[in-house]
Nanobody, 126 residues
Framework: QVELVESGGGLVQAGGSLRLSCAASGRAFSGRGMGWFRQAPGKEREFVAA????????SYADSVKGRFTISRDNAKMTVLLQMNSLKFEDTAVYYCAVANPFFSGVYSSPGVYAGWGQGTQVTVSS
């Protein structure tokens, strides 16, 4: 079982940057794909970014492509989400997620993910 704890959220002006961190504990972190999702008030949870187990493959939602970067450090058991050029519409609770065992690629479907963090709030002021 992998446990996840997000940090790094906060309040930032439009055009600013934030870096979210997801710290994992438990077994088999390095063999699984990881993802970031977000959920704004009144909206469904949506895919933001994903990274494969080895970090060589990444995938992004069209809305964040070119502005967000996902990375991972398997030795430190962390996943980062660097968010630049933030927009008001990026305001949401951001969740880190770990894929089911044997899922080592990049996945945008929430159903592939077995574990979720508690979320961290990102608020972008316009």
């Amino acid at each position: 079982q992998v446990e996840l704890v997000e940090s790094g959220g906060g309040l930032v002006q439009a055009g600013g940057s934030l870096r979210l961190s997801c710290a994992a504990s438990g077994r088999a972190f390095s063999g699984r794909g990881m993802g970031w999702f977000r959920q704004a008030p009144g909206k469904e949870r949506e895919f933001v970014a994903a990274i494969s187990s080895g970090g060589r493959s990444t995938s992004y939602a069209d809305s964040v492509k070119g502005r967000f970067t996902i990375s991972r450090d398997n030795a430190k058991m962390t996943v980062l989400l660097q968010m630049n050029s933030l927009k008001f519409e990026d305001t949401a609770v951001y969740y880190c997620a770990v894929a089911n065992p044997f899922f080592s690629g990049v996945y945008s479907s929430p159903g592939v993910y077995a574990g979720w963090g508690q979320g961290t709030q990102v608020t972008v002021s316009s």
